[in-house]
């Protein structure tokens, strides 16, 4: 049977601006033999087509359908499971509310609702004209105000979640606070704990598994992330290959108890073409 590839992007297929050597290379033969690669990422700033001409440039097999961000997880969970949710207030970037948008809801800005707060001298329920749902991702234009709106829908009775609860984003200049630490604010104020859709729950993996008809449960997670990846693989039931080309180093998977090792682990993409051939002929690849 073909292997299913659930794959993390930054730290895995590139890291910052650059691709890891050789992965894209791998993940187009093992594609070329009929294995299905979605790509997984938390990134919620994002929408999915602007990752498809980056990685397509790389030489990694692609389409728009198969890039599940936690902010396209969002969007389907909803769609699929909450049904009484139709209009959302947005904490996040413009990724985000293109996805939401693309399942058909109604989406105000955290930046509109402010601005009528400030204008109107009216408080962030009403200014977001009475929202089902709040959903925070990574806003890098956060303000004081953007914030008190959300505060108020969820203290109002809107639906919290949060595309994921990364605490940090890494960027060239070092880490910044993430969306993780934006829901943690907003949990903060309103003593409202937010579902959380990204990594390492199960909602990611599930969509990603679903974009192309599979369960999460065949799936082989191929990521960066002790935290994220690993502990996501842990929670589907799958198995995972932890590449040591992004945050995490040997000594920290050694570090690690007996039961929350990986399947695999990779120092690169020519370690990691073995383990999935040995994967897809059917033999034990933990190293």
Wanted: charged share 20%.
């Amino acid at each position: 049977m073909s292997l299913l590839l659930l794959v993390d992007l930054d730290g895995v297929v590139y890291r910052g601006a650059d691709p890891v050597p050789g992965v894209a290379e791998v993940l187009a033969d093992r594609a070329s033999r009929g294995d299905d690669v979605v790509y997984v990422t938390n990134n919620s700033m994002h929408y999915r087509t602007d990752y498809v001409a980056r990685l397509w440039a790389m030489g990694a097999p692609v389409s728009a359908e198969r890039v599940v961000s936690s902010a396209r997880a969002t969007a389907l969970h909803i769609a699929n499971h909450e049904p009484s949710i139709r209009r959302v207030l947005v904490v996040g970037g413009g990724g985000l509310e293109r996805e939401l948008r693309d399942v058909g809801l109604d989406v105000v800005t955290s930046a509109h609702a402010a601005t009528r707060m400030h204008q109107e001298g009216i408080d962030g329920y009403t200014a977001a004209g009475s929202p089902d749902a709040v959903v925070t991702g990574l806003d890098p234009a956060l303000t004081y105000l953007r914030l008190a709106a959300a505060n108020d829908c969820v203290r109002a009775g809107a639906r919290f979640i949060a595309t994921n609860r990364d605490p940090v984003y890494p960027t060239e200049r070092g880490l910044r606070p993430g969306a993780g630490s934006i829901a943690a604010a907003l949990e903060a104020s309103s003593g409202v704990t937010p579902l959380s859709i990204g990594k390492p729950e199960a909602y990611l993996f599930e969509s990603a598994a679903e974009a192309v008809g599979r369960s999460p449960a065949e799936a082989i997670v191929i990521g960066d992330g002790i935290g994220t990846d690993l502990a996501g693989a842990k929670t589907i039931g799958s198995r995972c290959v932890l590449m040591l080309t992004g945050i995490t180093g040997p000594g920290e998977v050694d570090a690690l108890p007996p039961e929350r090792h990986p399947e695999a682990v990779a120092a690169d993409a020519a370690e990691l073409a073995a383990i999935l051939e040995r994967f897809a002929a059917g033999s034990d690849a933990a190293s």
